[in-house]
């Protein structure tokens, strides 16, 4: 099983600075099989990238993807209010097909 | 616009099954991987399995032997069922469609409580 290992758990930044999220993957994934998502309290999940670099259909473009084999990174450039949530990467393989990291929390400082 | 709803018991005595259906709208359920996919309260998500409408599936090694997902072409619904349930199994449930294996649609979730 590919374990997908987020940091950090917590991440306190003010609207119009830059977050860096990062994703570490246990064994190698194909940028093709990793996905990031935003999940806002009360809410299911949203894709957000995937493909690892490629933004899912009316997302932003100050969101953005980038990595490859088992280090990726979802960076927001500007962050607006509406950003701060708990984004999860995820990757689809073997056994089991999916997984997801635990979960990185951006809060607003 | 696909519309995804969960539905079924928020309350499950420890030890019974646990039934959930997902009502598909605004699309046909048949060409696509649908899934259910659970998150514990203030935890990270959990994928439960997959099945094609056509029947076939694939669950998570870690649940495999307490899973069951089933389809119901005729009433665009797919279905959920886990058994021997303990508070472990506490959880928002949601439904999602699988597109290019990526979950594109969800389902508002629904909390189920597995009570002792």
């Known amino acids: 099983e590919i374990v997908l290992t987020q940091s950090p758990g917590t991440l306190s930044l003010s609207p119009g600075e830059r977050a860096t999220l990062s994703c570490r993957a246990s064994?190698?994934?194909?940028?093709?099989?990793l996905a990031w998502y935003q999940q806002k309290p009360g809410q299911a999940p949203r894709l957000l990238i995937y493909?690892?670099?490629s933004r899912a259909t009316g997302i932003p473009d100050r969101f953005s993807g980038s990595g490859s084999g088992t280090d990726f990174t979802l960076t927001i450039s500007r962050l607006e209010p509406e950003d701060f949530a708990v984004y999860y990467c995820?990757?689809?393989?073997?056994?089991?097909?999916?997984?997801f990291g635990q979960g990185t929390k951006l809060e607003i400082k | 616009q696909v519309q995804l709803q969960e539905s079924g018991p928020g309350l499950v005595k420890a030890s019974e099954t646990l039934s959930l259906t997902c009502t598909v709208s605004?699309?046909?359920?048949?060409?696509?991987?649908w899934s259910w996919i659970r998150q514990p309260p203030g935890k990270g998500l959990e994928w439960i399995g997959y099945?094609?409408?056509?029947?076939?599936?694939n669950y998570n090694p870690s649940l495999k032997s307490r899973v069951t997902i089933s389809v119901d072409t005729s009433k665009n619904q797919f279905s959920l069922k886990l058994t021997s349930v303990t508070a472990a199994d506490t959880a928002v449930y949601y439904c999602?469609?699988?597109?290019?294996?990526?979950?594109?649609?969800w389902g508002q979730g629904t909390l189920v409580t597995v009570s002792s």
């Open positions: 999602a469609r699988i597109k290019n294996v990526l979950f594109d649609y």
């Open positions: 605004g699309g046909s359920i048949r060409s696509y991987y």
């Open positions: 099945l094609y409408y056509s029947g076939s599936t």
């Open positions: 064994q190698t994934v194909s940028s093709s099989d």
């Open positions: 493909g690892a670099s």
């Open positions: 995820q990757q689809y393989g073997s056994s089991p097909p999916y997984t």
